[in-house]
């Protein structure tokens, strides 16, 4: 426990480290030099992450859930999928949005015990739907600045912060490569939830089920029209949008109907 806290306070310092030379990049455009040393930070920062988080989700033959952990999952995501995406692309300044986010949740488990243990079988299908709440998370965040960059450069009203942004062509790849991983995840989340509904009606999961659905259609719709008939821009930032507004109407509608029927 001792050795779990103190790899995510470390973890947090270096977000918090990487967000800082981060905003110095992007205040001073010529510090290209700069960008290895933020890479290297952040990918320390997430293999420590990971660790920390591994050590409280993980217990025997139960995962344990609670709030904490999963803010701090989706943000240790966040953070990695963004490190592989500057593989091939020079994407670290997204991380001036998702680091400090990171910093701030990678200490909720430790803080927080509202741990609720699941098992295996049923905690992997609650890790999959997470995981791609996550990514298609990302990818929304990611379609309203690509909109709001596309949007500026016609204008010709850049801020220093949206030109600091990858190229909108670069900006496009990575939210159809969001939006095509996190398709996947959710459909492996839909699919294996099957196996947990034993009475859709009785569990009161109808609302859940149907937006769920619902966001997977639009989603669907949208790769389709992209790779059909090129689908992309403005377009694409709108499906994105709405179909994640689906998303959350599947949790935070279903809550509400819950909490008054059981006023």
């Known amino acids: 426990m001792i050795l779990s806290g103190f790899s995510a306070l470390i973890a947090s310092l270096l977000y918090f480290y990487a967000s800082f030379l981060l905003w110095q990049k992007v205040q001073n455009q010529t510090q290209d030099s700069i960008r290895h040393k933020i890479l290297g930070i952040a990918l320390v920062a997430v293999l420590l992450h990971g660790f920390a988080l591994s050590t409280t989700l993980l217990d025997g033959y139960q995962i344990q859930f609670g709030f904490g952990n999963g ?22 300044t997204l991380g001036i949005f998702i680091f400090p986010l990171a ?13 609720h243990p699941l098992p295996y079988e049923l905690g992997s299908h609650v890790l999959i739907s997470i995981s791609a709440y996550s990514i298609m998370g990302l990818a929304t965040a990611q379609a309203i600045l690509y909109s709001l960059q596309e949007r500026r450069f016609r204008k ?14 670069t900006m496009e790849k990575i939210l159809i490569q969001l939006i095509i991983i996190g398709f996947v995840f959710l459909s492996f989340a839909l699919l294996s939830g099957v196996f947990f509904i034993e009475n859709l009606f009785a569990q009161h999961l109808i609302h859940k089920t149907f ?22 821009g403005q377009k694409a930032a709108k499906y994105t949008i709405w179909a994640y507004v689906f998303l959350v109407l599947s949790y935070i509608g279903t809550e509400l109907i819950l909490y008054g029927i059981y006023q």
């Open 71 to 92: 803010l701090s999952l989706i943000a240790l995501l966040g953070s990695s999928i963004l490190l592989i995406t500057n593989i091939n692309k020079q994407t670290e």
């Open 103 to 115: 910093a701030l949740t990678t200490v909720l488990p430790l803080g927080l015990n509202d741990m």
């Open 156 to 169: 010709k009203q850049l801020s220093t912060l949206l030109k600091a942004l990858p190229p909108l062509q």
């Open 211 to 232: 937006f769920a659905i619902l966001a997977w259609l639009v989603y669907a719709t949208f790769l389709v029209g992209h790779f059909q008939r090129g689908w992309r």
